[in-house]
């Protein structure tokens, strides 16, 4: 799929972010690569048009593969609980356990999310990424937005921000 003014303009963008991509960048017409490599756009602004054309599957896989990225800053106490959450994101996606499953996944180890998340943003991630594939709705776009930025929060954040549309780009098999 071709990314374009008109299926950005579509998605219902805020005006100003809007008006600079068009004035950056007018009557741009390019592949996810493409438009992921574009200097003049924000990272916030490339994740809240791909979230948005990406599946829910590729939302999924792709906030968890962005928690993942940060697992290992999560405390020793909270990382088995966070595994938990990615491996159940994926094991749902594929079909391998049942909505109901991966919720109890999220249940079981709701305890061990409760955490702080200016201090333990990967936990929080993880958590939002397990209630974002749970949730198989318009939200997921949202929640992935946010465990994006849960990820890229936690660290050094041009880099992680980098390794997030890389990701992305494996994600969408690129």
Known sequence: MQ??????????PCRSRFE??????????GSHPMFLSLEKITYSDKVWVMTRLMSHEQNSLWAAACAE????LTREQDRGACRAAIDAVRKYINGKITRDELIAVIQGNAADYATDAAVNTAAAAAANTAYAAAANTAYAANATYA????????VDKEKQQQICLDLMMEILNY
């Open 20 to 29: 600079n991509f068009t004035k950056e960048y007018p009557g741009f017409d």
């Open 3 to 12: 990314i374009t003014i008109e299926n950005v303009q579509a998605l219902n």
């Open 69 to 72: 990225s940060v697992l290992h």
């Open 147 to 154: 465990v994006a930025a849960a990820a890229v929060a936690a």
